[in-house]
């Protein structure tokens, strides 16, 4: 298995099914789940960062919630990424993000996540992705 991590940051729009729900059926994005096919397809670990959770496997339960990210919560939610990802061991993250044109709460994810990886001594890239749909044949990893 690669040791780069992909991440991507989570959707307001979210299933609002009661109870708990994976987070990759949780989180309604082509966006989330190009990148969760990219990292299926090269065999790279997935994380999606959310403003409440912090990294979330695909896997993990959580409830709905309604919650973005703000610029005055990054140094907060950047210190449990940064720890989070030190568990995790990768080499370098990449950070797929639409740009702050085409999704304004966007910014604050990126911040984030780019403090964590500095915190964690963890190389970090960001891919800015174009507008519209998303398949995973249309991202690539730097």
Do not use: N
């Not at 307001?12 to 989330?32: E, H, N, Q, V, W």
């Not at 780019?114 to 915190?119: P, V």
């Amino acid at each position: 298995m690669s040791r780069t991590l992909l991440v991507t940051y989570c959707a307001a729009d979210k299933d609002p099914a009661p109870g708990d729900l994976p987070a990759i059926r949780r989180y309604r994005s082509t966006r989330i789940e190009a990148v969760a096919a990219l990292a299926g397809r090269r065999q790279a670990a997935f994380r999606i960062l959310s403003g409440e959770f912090g990294l979330l496997a695909p896997e993990d339960s959580i409830p709905w919630y309604d919650h973005l990210l703000v610029a005055g919560e990054i140094d907060r939610l950047a210190g449990r990424v940064a720890a989070q990802i030190a568990d995790l061991e990768p080499s370098r993250v990449v950070f797929f993000t639409r740009s702050a044109v085409a999704d304004p709460c966007a910014g604050p994810y990126r911040t984030c996540c780019e403090t964590a990886c500095s915190r964690a001594g963890v190389l970090c890239a960001v891919v800015a992705l174009p507008s519209g749909s998303l398949t995973a044949e249309d991202l690539e990893v730097p």
